[in-house]
């Protein structure tokens, strides 16, 4: 039987065992999924931290879900390119940043759930619904700022129901 795994990427400015991934991990976990969250500090280029995801993807057995925040919700869009991957959810994600719109990435995915909050002061809302139309993703907008700390209980029913639909080959 194939281990449904959840790798988490996260933002810029977080860490890997931040508030949001600690939370996500134990909704996965009960739901049976694997869950795996890579290291990302002291690594400021976007495009390091999508070498380093693909190739961590590269060698597991099967299709990943892909979970991002803020610059972790870019790189995860971004492996796409690179790995085969059974869905994406994407929290903040940071895409047609100034200086960056050239590497927003086109994600070859079959399950795309973005989550932003309307009142964040780092990405604005309006990239994600760019985003979002432009991909087909489905798309959540929910009161909060960058960080959605205040509205943790929303992401994560947000996260649980888009888990419920994976399946992983």
């Known amino acids: 039987m194939q ?5 988490f990427s996260h933002g810029q400015e977080s860490g890997p065992q931040g508030t949001k991934i600690c939370a996500m991990t134990e909704v996965a976990e009960r739901m049976g999924f694997a869950t795996e969250s ?3 500090r002291g690594m ?14 590269g060698g597991l057995a099967g299709q990943p879900v892909l979970v991002g925040s803020s610059m972790g919700g870019h ?15 994407l929290i903040a994600p940071a895409f047609y940043m100034p200086g960056y ?12 759930v973005v989550v932003h909050g309307w009142g964040d002061e ?15 993703a489905d798309l959540h907008l ?12 929303a992401v994560l029913r947000l996260f649980a129901g888009f888990l419920s639909t994976m399946t992983v080959a």
């Open 38 to 40: 890579l290291d990302y």
């Open 142 to 153: 929910i009161p909060g700022d960058h960080r959605l700390s205040h509205e943790l209980d």
């Open 44 to 57: 400021d280029d976007p495009s390091e931290r999508v070498r380093k995801l693909v190739g961590h993807c």
């Open 3 to 7: 281990r449904k795994l959840v790798c």
């Open 101 to 112: 719109e050239a590497l927003t990435p086109h994600p070859a995915c079959p399950r795309i």
């Open 75 to 89: 790189v995860a869009a971004a492996a796409t390119a690179g790995v085969s991957v059974a869905g994406l959810f």
């Open 122 to 136: 780092v990405v604005p809302v309006d990239n994600s619904i760019r985003w979002a139309r432009e991909h087909g």
